[in-house]
C-alpha cells in the first residue's frame, strides 16, 4: 500500500477521466476525506468526493501502486491543487 497526502487549495471537481485513466491499473485507489472513502476507478465515487478545499489523502493498493499513485497525483494536481 502506498499514499500521498494532497491538500486542495481551491474548489476543484475530480473529472471522470481520472476514473477511466486509473481503470488500467490493478489496484484499489481511494481517495479519503473528512472520514470518508471514495473510490476513484468509479464516476460516482469521484462524484461523490465532490469539490472543496482541504486534506485529500491518495491511497493504492495492489499490483502497479506506484504507478497508479503516481499518475493520480499528477492528474489530481494538474487540476489545480498543492499537492503536499
Given amino acids: 500500500m502506498v499514499s500521498v497526502s494532497l491538500m486542495l ?8 477521466y481520472l476514473a477511466s485513466a486509473m481503470e488500467k491499473y490493478p489496484c484499489s485507489v481511494k481517495l ?3 472520514g470518508n472513502d471514495y473510490n476513484v476507478k468509479s464516476v460516482l465515487g469521484l462524484a461523490a468526493a465532490g469539490k472543496g478545499e482541504g486534506r485529500y489523502e491518495l491511497v493504492c493498493d495492489g499490483e502497479e501502486e506506484l504507478c ?12 489545480g491543487s498543492l499537492c503536499v
Fill in 9 to 16: 487549495d481551491k474548489n476543484i471537481g475530480f473529472t471522470p
Fill in 32 to 34: 479519503l476525506h473528512n
Fill in 68 to 79: 497508479a499513485l503516481r499518475e493520480a497525483e499528477k492528474l489530481i494536481c494538474g487540476l
